[in-house]
T-cell receptor, first 116, second 108 residues
Framework: GAVVSQHPSWVICKSGTSVKIECRSLDFQATTMFWYRQFPKQSLMLMAT?????????EQGVEKDKFLINHASLTLSTLTVTSAHPEDSSFYICSAQRPGQGYEQYFGPGTRLTVT | GIQVEQSPPDLILQEGANSTLRCNFS?????LQWFHQNPWGQLINLFYIPSGTKQNGRLSATTVATERYSLLYISSSQTTDSGVYFCAVVGDADGLTFGKGTHLIIQP
């Protein structure tokens, strides 16, 4: 159990366009999901915490108007990168926390975004 | 916020060798997880270990919460063990704070 999927696995878009990334918990309901970002050869950085039915909590330095997060159901959170620029190119990874299982997080396979 | 330091940053071993990876953290934690990131970027959960000792096959981990460190042991290394190993913790906030990782290379 505890499988998390992401879609798409990779995407290429042009500067100025928007891209939506989906994160789904497949075999459990997740009231809390997280979005992380990883640049090449670096560690993962938390971008935001997504709670079902409420506004996301963004980490310091993350633009909430640029990275729109929606957690509309207990199995789906979406991250939309608006007006993408080349510097937004990165590996985006989501995770989900299974209720009643402490604080353990389960990660999706990630989405590689390239902005040209 | 909480700080996480991993050592060593890089480690090259011969197949069959044993290794110990260390994770130090700066404050009390509610969660500590070890991950192996494969070449495609997927994070594989190795251990959820805020305290105590766990073993899974050739891997084991120990967290001494009172002294703020955790150790990951890999015995009889195989080439498939190569990759980046991350330690990550949850402090007061819910999200994970990651260390910079240990890049492990197992040579045949």
């Amino acid at each position: 159990g505890a499988v998390v999927s992401q879609h798409p696995s990779w995407v290429i878009c042009k500067s100025g366009t928007s891209v939506k990334i989906e994160c789904r918990s497949l075999d459990f309901q997740a009231t809390t999901m997280f979005w992380y970002r990883q640049f090449p050869k670096q560690s993962l950085m938390l971008m935001a915490t997504s709670n079902e039915g409420s506004k996301a909590t963004y980490e310091q330095g993350v633009e909430k108007d640029k990275f729109l997060i929606n957690h509309a159901s207990l199995t789906l959170s979406t991250l939309t990168v608006t007006s993408a620029h080349p510097e937004d190119s990165s590996f985006y990874i989501c995770s989900a926390q299974r209720p009643g299982q402490g604080y353990e997080q389960y990660f999706g396979p990630g989405t590689r975004l390239t902005v040209t | 916020g909480i700080q996480v330091e991993q050592s060593p940053p890089d480690l090259i071993l011969q197949e069959g060798a044993n290794s110990t990876l260390r994770c130090n953290f700066s404050d009390s934690v509610n969660n500590l997880q070890w991950f192996h990131q494969n070449p495609w970027g997927q994070l594989i959960n190795l251990f959820y270990i805020p305290s105590g000792t766990k073993q899974n096959g050739r891997l084991s981990a120990t967290t001494v919460a009172t002294e703020r460190y955790s150790l990951l042991y890999i015995s009889s290394s195989q080439t498939t063990d190569s990759g980046v190993y991350f330690c990550a913790v949850v402090g007061d906030a819910d999200g994970l704070t990651f260390g910079k990782g240990t890049h492990l290379i197992i040579q045949p």
